[in-house]
């Protein structure tokens, strides 16, 4: 009698990177056999893919297992994986901490989950194995992508940055990055399936090519992106100021199919503060930065990270924060409140800041960029909006009668639908914006064009994207130099 396959579900905390790396997860676990699982039903594995940057990361973790526990004992042959950072940094605490849990797994090895799943199954017991360096290049793996029209690929992996208050480098390693060839076949790939729109992560994808000695390899990447047929949107995700090029923001303004949005992180807008961050740029260099890119490119939607409260920080160092936000007019920010992370050399420096202080300076912070970020959005009512239709990007467009996507340059715009119109999940729309508020447009006026896409087609159909592992030499980006003449004989 054949055996009913395994069912599993992936749970994802974090960033881009997490949330490519549970679709390989996923990936992996379909071609070993396993399968999604029915939204009514209990899965025999939950995967919990995780994050440590946050403070509650652990509490959240193991609260989630805590709420798990009653479910497994009453499934018998269910198990837990927990993969991810904070698996990399916690290792044989977490099934101290919790041992129902089944398997234990670190940044480093995610192909090894199938395997480990098997032995802990066989064993009776839980499973850990947390490598130190990489195991394979994660593009090596098979992936199951979660969107029929947007795609992420990532170009390296680690970071050789050592800003004080990130556990990142130690927890994902030292850069390396993935050779030109395998990154555009994998783009390639996906827009053979009909994918539209590709984001390029890392964790600093602008010292991309130092590894193997090109220091402009990104905007040559950029460039190549352009000649992927059928590909019509790219971003990245997230540059590093101090390595951010000119030929870079040329690439950007120069090749069509890359999106005048740019994400640059900011963090502090205090010199002294960037210092004791270990952020190598300043505020002027940063503020220059911007400057070139809205040059080039005037309608480029820049947004950013900024941490409120980072230990030293005065009055005055939060004051140029706000002059910098100011001057670079964000579209919209990722703002945290600071946080001890184990592990990094900010946990231990003098100067705490009380959380009364943070949560004073952080109010401010988020009150001065919404009112920046809608006086921009109010700059596009009346004008024509290429959207991206996407998945559940508006929790209220069930009753509005909206749907939801992205413009070009990133931000979220809720459209009135046609009922004589079929819109499916990356369809492409033309409208014109009505209403702008801090963090979304709105258009309600009549859809000027609707374009059928494979990507909505699939969607459509139900399919899944899916793209095998890909691993070449090491070509270069651009024309390939001419062939040798042939040799003679001897």
């Known amino acids: 009698m054949t055996e009913t396959p395994r069912s599993f579900k992936v749970i994802t905390y974090g960033c881009q990177m997490n949330a490519h790396d549970s679709e390989r997860i996923s990936g992996l676990l379909e071609d070993a056999g396993y399968v999604p699982v029915p939204a009514d039903a209990e899965p025999d594995v939950v995967v919990f893919n995780t994050c440590a940057v946050r403070e509650n990361a652990d509490n959240r973790l193991y609260g989630n297992l805590g709420h798990l526990r009653p479910t497994k004992l009453a499934q018998p042959g269910m198990q ?91 927890l994902r390693g030292k850069e390396k990055d993935r050779r030109p060839g395998d990154i555009l076949a994998e783009v390639r790939a996906l827009a053979a399936e009909g994918v539209l729109e590709v984001t390029l ?65 900011l963090q502090s807008g205090s010199d002294a503060v960037l210092k004791a961050m270990r952020r190598s740029y300043r505020a002027d260099r940063y503020l220059g930065i911007i400057s070139k890119v809205r040059d080039a490119m005037p309608d480029a939607a820049i947004t950013t990270d900024i941490i409120v409260g980072f230990p030293g920080e005065t009055d005055a160092d939060f004051e140029r924060t706000l002059d910098v936000v100011r001057a670079a007019r964000y579209s919209s920010a990722f703002t945290f409140q600071y946080s001890k992370r184990p592990g990094t050399p900010a946990a231990t420096m003098d100067e705490q800041v009380p959380k009364a202080v943070v949560q004073e300076r952080y109010d401010r912070l988020i009150a001065t960029l919404e009112e920046i970020s809608w006086d921009e959005n109010k700059k596009l009512v009346g004008t024509p909006v290429e959207v991206l239709v996407a998945v559940g990007e508006g929790r209220k467009d069930g009753a509005t009668g909206r749907m939801s996507g992205r413009a070009r340059d990133g931000r979220l715009v809720h459209f009135a639908t046609d009922p004589s119109v079929t819109l499916r999940p990356g369809d492409i729309v033309h409208t014109t914006v009505t209403y702008a508020a801090p963090h979304h447009l709105n258009a309600d006026g009549p859809l000027l064009s609707h374009r059928r896409t494979r990507a909505g087609d699939a969607w459509e159909a139900g399919r899944v994207t899916r793209t095998p592992g890909v691993s070449l030499g090491m070509p270069t980006i651009g024309t390939p130099p001419p062939s040798p003449s042939p040799a003679r004989s001897c």
């Open 80 to 170: 837990i994986a927990v993969g991810g950072c904070l698996a990399q940094k916690d290792r044989g605490d977490i099934v101290k901490k919790a041992p129902w849990v089944d398997v234990v797994f670190g940044t480093h090895n995610i192909g090894s989950l199938p395997v480990l799943l098997e032995r802990a199954r066989h064993n009776a017991a839980a499973e850990v194995e947390i490598l130190e360096s990489l195991e394979v290049f994660p593009s090596t793996l098979p992936t199951r992508r979660e969107s029929t029209y947007a795609g992420w690929v990532s170009i390296s992996v680690g970071c050789n940055n050592t800003c004080t208050f990130c556990i990142v480098p130690a």
């Open 201 to 265: 992560l890392g964790q600093n994808v602008n010292s991309y090519g130092v590894e193997f000695g090109d220091r402009l390899a990104f905007g040559k990447l950029l460039r190549a992106c352009g000649d992927v047929e059928g590909l019509e949107r790219v971003r990245f995700t997230s540059p590093h100021p101090k390595d951010f090029t000119d030929d870079v923001i040329a690439a950007m303004a120069e090749t069509p199919n890359v999106c005048h949005s740019l994400h640059m992180p």
